[in-house]
Nanobody, 131 residues
Framework: QLQLVESGGALVQPGGSLRLSCAASGSGLDHYAIGWFRQAPGKEHEGVSCISSDGASTNYVDSVKGRFTISRDNAKNTVYLQSNSLKPEDTAVYYC????????????????????????WGQGTQVTVSS
């Protein structure tokens, strides 16, 4: 079974950058699209971005479009989320998950699809944006 582990979260000042990593144990990451989600205290789980299994297709929610970039290196069994121009409202625990469906905005924003199509959730990594 695919296991995912997130890392790279930290405390960063507004305007700063972070690169989050989602590392898979064992082989098989290249069979899955991967999504990044986040959850801030007192707020609902929110889809952020996803990438197809071959990296050819990416999608972003409007709140991060132009600031975040998702990428993957299947040889290293790792998916990345480069987060630039960070804002206090980006503060959250960030999670990655494997997607058995197609990477598109619906997969990120439709709660029913998120529940049924994403699995192998990691434990999360904390991102705090504060001065």
């Amino acid at each position: 079974q695919l296991q995912l582990v997130e890392s790279g979260g930290a405390l960063v000042q507004p305007g700063g950058s972070l690169r989050l990593s989602c590392a898979a144990s064992g082989s098989g990451l290249d069979h899955y699209a991967i999504g990044w989600f986040r959850q801030a205290p007192g707020k609902e789980h929110e889809g952020v971005s996803c990438i197809s299994s071959d990296g050819a297709s990416t999608n972003y929610v409007d709140s991060v479009k132009g600031r975040f970039t998702i990428s993957r290196d299947n040889a290293k069994n790792t998916v990345y989320l480069q987060s630039n121009s960070l804002k206090p409202e980006d503060t959250a625990v960030y999670y990655c998950a494997a997607l058995i469906g197609q990477c598109n905005i619906g997969a990120l924003t439709n709660t029913a699809r998120t529940i049924t199509e994403f699995g192998s959730w990691g434990q999360g990594t904390q991102v705090t944006v504060s001065s």
